[in-house]
């Protein structure tokens, strides 16, 4: 009789338990497999999210340098020929690495002359690698009115004027005489006559003292505006070139060049050559500012726009040409001073403004537009609260 172990079974038995074994084996690669799939798939959207990422942040870095571009390139007659509603491209670029970007404005006001003109510069970014990218950032821009704070006379103001004997304030429209000669800088510009003087307080001229003008004192009408005299001080000071603290007086105002022929921009006494055709600073125009009272006390003379939130004294023979904005009065003299162009003081009450002997208001329609327009305060500048933002789509 024969005896089997204990531990054996049958043929059977031991071929279920080989087919058990090669199922779990199966399956066991079946889940490695999944496993190793799955962590394929998470790795390749991982590769290609962080590539979609670098291929957002290279365009996104395209679209700031074409809104950089545009900045640099803005240019105030292009987009004075936007329409309200309308658009304009204004550029496109390629970057040294292939990427590209495009710089679109549009025009967002009512086109209204008297009023600011708003603009948004978008500028599209795309990225040139195996996916791609787009990305837009944009800046709204704001853009002065031409002439909208001056000048409808030779001198405008809220309180009294006196006039010494000797004084001129003449309304009549002249081109400068530096500037006579040549038929470019105000042959464009037509002559039109203002008033001498429009104020609201009185006007005392003293024996030999000379108005004239267009009438030769007016009153100032609903469109004069004197009570937004400070909105302009202060909208225009966020365009100054040269800055100076409330009680200065300067005596060194005059045009000057570097060795390198380039006319001095950056000297704090140095406001343009409007007498000096051929010099470097003659088509040089500051915006001046001064947070205060200034006294100017020169014998040469300067241009642009000068905004004074005090009082102004122009004494000693010096010559300004452009527009003056002045917060309180504002005193030509001693020994004279001249404004070509156009001025404006808001003195209030029983501030009075004074033209001494030999000080000299003429209006120039010429120098107050050659003023403005080559000066900052016609150049577009980002809003703060809108300075920078992404267009999400």
């Known amino acids: 009789m024969k005896r089997h172990s204990a531990g054996s079974g049958t043929g059977s038995e031991r071929v279920g338990a080989r087919g058990f074994a090669l199922v779990m084996a199966l399956f066991a690669l079946v889940i490695v497999g999944v496993l190793v799939a799955g962590g394929y798939l998470v790795a390749l959207r991982q590769w290609r999210a962080t590539g979609a990422g670098s291929q957002g942040a290279a365009a996104l870095y395209a679209a700031e340098a074409g809104l950089n571009a545009g900045f640099a390139g803005l240019d105030s007659v292009a987009l004075d020929s936007i329409r309200p509603g309308d658009g304009l491209m204004l550029m496109e670029g390629v970057l040294a690495n292939g990427d590209e970007y495009s710089v679109r404005s549009s025009r967002w006001d009512a086109g209204r002359d008297s009023g600011p003109s708003y603009y948004l510069i978008a500028s599209e970014g795309r990225a040139h690698g195996a996916w791609g990218g787009r990305r837009q950032v944009a800046a709204m821009v704001k853009k002065a009115p031409g002439g909208a704070f001056c000048c409808g006379a030779a001198l405008e103001g809220q309180g009294a004027v006196r006039l010494d004997s000797g004084a001129v304030i ?10 006579a000669t040549d038929a470019e800088l105000c042959g464009d510009i037509e002559l039109r006559d203002r008033p001498g003087i429009v104020t609201e307080g009185q006007v005392l001229p003293a024996a030999g003292a000379l108005v004239q003008g267009s009438p030769p004192v007016a009153s100032p009408g609903r469109a004069d505006g004197f009570g937004d005299i400070g909105h302009w001080l202060r909208e225009l000071a966020a365009s100054a070139d040269l800055r100076y603290p409330g009680g200065t007086v ?14 001095g921009r950056s000297s704090l006494s140095v406001w343009g050559a409007p007498t000096a055709p051929g010099h470097p600073c003659f088509n040089f125009f500051p915006v001046i500012h001064a947070a205060g009272d200034l006294t100017v006390s020169s014998p040469m003379s300067g241009q642009g726009i000068l905004l004074v939130d005090g009082d102004l004294v122009i004494r000693d023979g ?60 016609q150049a577009p500048h980002p809003l703060a609260q809108f300075g920078w933002f992404e267009i999400l789509e």
């Open 250 to 263: 300067l005596s060194d105002v005059g045009p000057a060049a570097w060795a390198n022929g380039e006319c």
């Open 318 to 377: 010096f010559e300004f040409y452009g527009v003056v904005l002045v917060g309180g009065t504002v005193t030509a003299g001693p020994g004279g001073g001249h404004v070509v162009g156009g001025v404006r003081a808001g003195a209030l009450g029983s501030d009075t403004s004074r033209v001494g002997m030999g000080g000299e208001f003429r209006y120039s329609g010429c120098a107050v537009e050659r003023a403005v327009e080559g000066s900052k305060v």
């Open 170 to 179: 003449s309304g009549l429209d002249i081109v400068p005489g530096p500037w």
